[in-house]
C-alpha cells in the first residue's frame, strides 16, 4: 500500500466532509433536486432504487424512499417503510395549514406513521450518504431539508456455520460471520450481564467499516480499554477489508514473527476471554475477531480444554508446546548431528546413516533446505487448491514426491522421516498464526545448525528468548506467567487444573490493584516501527453502546 494514502484523522475526517459534506451537493426543499443529487453522487447507479410517493389526503405532499436493492431488506423496505407511509399517511396532511405543513409533517410521519424499530432524522449530507451506502433507507419529504433515516439493513449473507479453523470434538459448533451485528449477538448469548459493554466506531476514510468494541465492566482494566480506543481512534486509513488491517496497526511491535494479538472465529472463545478481562474487536466483513492482549501459552490453549476433563487437556497441552519444540529444533537438531556431533549418534545407527548418504551428493543442509522448501510448496498448493481435491493432492504429492527422490538418490530417507514429522508437527498447533512463526524461525535454526552446529542452535536460543522476553501486548509481557513468574498464573498455561482450583480468590479489582508495575498496561506501542498509528492525535469521544461522533 502507498504510505501516502495514509493521512492524519483529522486530514481524513476533513477529506471525507469535502467530498460529502460542504464541497458537495445539499439536501434542497425541493425533492426532485434532491433525488438528483443523489443519482449523480452515486453516479446513477443502477441498485439505487428511488420510490416516489403521495403523503395525506386533501393536501397531498410528495415523498420518495431511497435505498440501494442489494443492501438493504427488501421485505422491510416494501411492507415497514414504503408500506407504511402508503397506508399510514392519509390525513396526516388534512389539519396542517401551509405553514405547518414543511414543518410537522416529517415528525407526524417518524412518530405516527411509520411501523419499522428504528428510524431518526438526518441533516448533514455526508451521514444520508454513508446511512443509504450501509443499506438504510432515506426518506425524503417535499419541502423538508432533512431526511428519516430507517434501519433496512440486510440483503444476502452467511449463516451461521461451523467454523473452518480451530475445530472441536467436543463443543459449540456455531462460528462467527461477516456481520458485525449476527457476531455481537453471537456473544450476548452466550454473556447475558449488563456488565457487557459494547461501543461502535467507524474506520477507513472510504470504507467506513464498522468497528465493535467489547469488554465486560469491572473485569477488564479501564487502562487497557482506553489504550485499545487511543490506538484505533489514532487510525487514518482509506480501508478496512479485514480485521488483519486492525492487528497490524494496533500490534505493539511490528518486526517480530510471534503473534501479539489473538484471533478466533468461535464465539465460545471469544467469550471465555472477555469473562477474563480481555477487550474484543469485531471488524464488519470479516469472521475473524480480535481479542487482546495475547500472551504466548494463550496460542496453545484449545476451546476444548475446558470441555474435556482437565487431565485429558493437560496431555494434550504437552503433546502441543513438544510439537512446537520439534518443528523449530527437528531439522537443525539433525543436521547438527549429522554434520558436526557424530560422537553422539549410537554406533549402530550412526553405520546406517552413514550408508545411507553415500549416494546422496548433497549435505545434510541442502538435503533439509529442498525438502522444507518442496513441504511449503505442498502444503500451499493443498490450501490454495479446490477443498475437494486440495487434501488429497497434498498426501498423495507428498508421497510420490518422497519416494521419488530417495529412490533417485537425492534425499536419504531419514531427512524424509524428519521434515515429515517436523510437518506434522506444525498442524497439532491450534492457533495457525503461531504455526507460522515456527516454521520461519526453523530456517533460522537450520542455518545456524549448518553453521556452528550445537552451539549455533543454543545461540539461536538465547537469541529467541531474549526476543520473545522484549516482547509485549499492550503492555503486557508476552512471556507471563513464566517470566515475570507468577506462580498463581500457572493454573491455566501448560497445566490446566480442574475448573474448581482456577476460580480466583479475590475479585478483579482487587487482583488489579495489587499488580507490579510491569504487569499494568502501557502504551507500550513502537510508533516508530508501525508508522500508520500516527502520534499527537486526541482521542475521539465515544458514547458506551453506541456510535461515535464522526
Known amino acids: 500500500m502507498n504510505s501516502k494514502r495514509y493521512l492524519t484523522r483529522n486530514g481524513a475526517k476533513d477529506a471525507r466532509e469535502q467530498r460529502l459534506g460542504s464541497g458537495g451537493p445539499k439536501l434542497s426543499e425541493n425533492l426532485g433536486q434532491s433525488i ?39 421485505v422491510a423496505v416494501n411492507e415497514f417503510v414504503v408500506g407504511s407511509l402508503l397506508d399510514n ?3 396526516l396532511t388534512d389539519s396542517m395549514d401551509e405553514t405547518d405543513r414543511g414543518v410537522d409533517l416529517p415528525a407526524r410521519i417518524l412518530s405516527s406513521a411509520l411501523e419499522i424499530g428504528e428510524a431518526d432524522f438526518k441533516e448533514e449530507w455526508n451521514e444520508i450518504m454513508l446511512a443509504v451506502l450501509s443499506g438504510d433507507t432515506a426518506i425524503l419529504v417535499e419541502g423538508y431539508t432533512s431526511a428519516i433515516v430507517c434501519e433496512t439493513r440486510g440483503g444476502e449473507q452467511r449463516s451461521v456455520t461451523e467454523p473452518s479453523s480451530q475445530l472441536v470434538v467436543r463443543g459449540p459448533k456455531d462460528g462467527f460471520v461477516e456481520s458485525v451485528g449476527t457476531n455481537i449477538a453471537l456473544i450476548r448469548r452466550r454473556i447475558k450481564s449488563p456488565k457487557l459493554r459494547l461501543e461502535y466506531m467507524k474506520i477507513g476514510s472510504e470504507t467506513q467499516t464498522h468497528v465493535a468494541i467489547m469488554y465486560m465492566k469491572e473485569i477488564a482494566g479501564e487502562d487497557l480499554v482506553q489504550e485499545v480506543r487511543d490506538r484505533l481512534h489514532k487510525i487514518a486509513i482509506d480501508e478496512v477489508l479485514e480485521s488483519g488491517f486492525l492487528e497490524e496497526l494496533i500490534q505493539d511491535k511490528t518486526f517480530t514473527p510471534f503473534p501479539t494479538i489473538y484471533n478466533t472465529e468461535r464465539p465460545d472463545v471469544a467469550a471465555g476471554n472477555l469473562l477474563e478481562g480481555r477487550v474484543v474487536v ?12 495475547a500472551v504466548f501459552t494463550q496460542f496453545f490453549q484449545s476451546a476444548e480444554d475446558y470441555s474435556q476433563r482437565f487431565d485429558i487437556a493437560i496431555l494434550m497441552r504437552i503433546v502441543r508446546y513438544m510439537s512446537f519444540v520439534v518443528l523449530l529444533l527437528g531439522p537443525s537438531i539433525y543436521i547438527a548431528l549429522t554434520t558436526y556431533h557424530y560422537e553422539m549418534i549410537p554406533t549402530t545407527l550412526l553405520i546406517n546413516l552413514l550408508a545411507q548418504r ?3 551428493p548433497f549435505p ?17 498448493a493443498g490450501v490454495r487448491m479446490p477443498r475437494v481435491i486440495g487434501q488429497t493432492v497434498s498426501v498423495v504429492g507428498a508421497l510420490i ?34 504455526a507460522i512463526a515456527g516454521r520461519i524461525i526453523r530456517f533460522g535454526f537450520l542455518l545456524l545448525a549448518a553453521m556452528f552446529g550445537f552451539y549455533g542452535i543454543t545461540l539461536g536460543l538465547i537469541v529467541l528468548v531474549a526476543h520473545m522476553n522484549s516482547l509485549r501486548s499492550f503492555g503486557i509481557p508476552y512471556l507471563s506467567p513464566f517470566v515475570p513468574l507468577s506462580i498463581k498464573g500457572q493454573k491455566d498455561t501448560i497445566l490446566r487444573l480442574p475448573l474448581w482450583l482456577m476460580r480466583p480468590s479475590k475479585s478483579p479489582q482487587q487482583m488489579r490493584a495489587e499488580l507490579p508495575d510491569y504487569m499494568r498496561v502501557t502504551t507500550g506501542h513502537d510508533s516508530e516501527l508501525a508508522p500508520l498509528i500516527l502520534k499527537d492525535n486526541d482521542a475521539m469521544p465515544v458514547d458506551e453502546g453506541g456510535r461515535n461522533e464522526d
Not at 469485531?282 to 492482549?293: K, N, S, Y
Not at 545434510?364 to 500451499?380: G, K
Open 364 to 380: 545434510a543442509f541442502v538435503e533439509a533446505m529442498l525438502m522444507e522448501s518442496a513441504f511449503e510448496i505442498l502444503r500451499e
Open 401 to 434: 514426491l518422497g519416494s521419488a527422490v530417495v529412490e533417485a538418490g537425492i534425499i536419504t530417507p531419514i531427512m524424509v522421516i524428519v521434515i515429515a514429522l517436523t510437518g506434522i508437527a506444525s498442524f497439532a498447533i491450534p492457533a495457525y498464526n503461531m
Open 36 to 74: 438528483e443529487n443523489i443519482m449523480t453522487e452515486l453516479g446513477n447507479s443502477p441498485d439505487l432504487k428511488v420510490r416516489q410517493i403521495q403523503i395525506g389526503g386533501v393536501h397531498p405532499v410528495q415523498a420518495a424512499a431511497v435505498h440501494l436493492s442489494g443492501l438493504a431488506d427488501t
Open 89 to 91: 399517511t392519509a390525513g
Open 282 to 293: 469485531i471488524v464488519d466483513g470479516t469472521p475473524f475477531v480480535l481479542i487482546l492482549p
Open 358 to 360: 553415500e549416494n546422496v
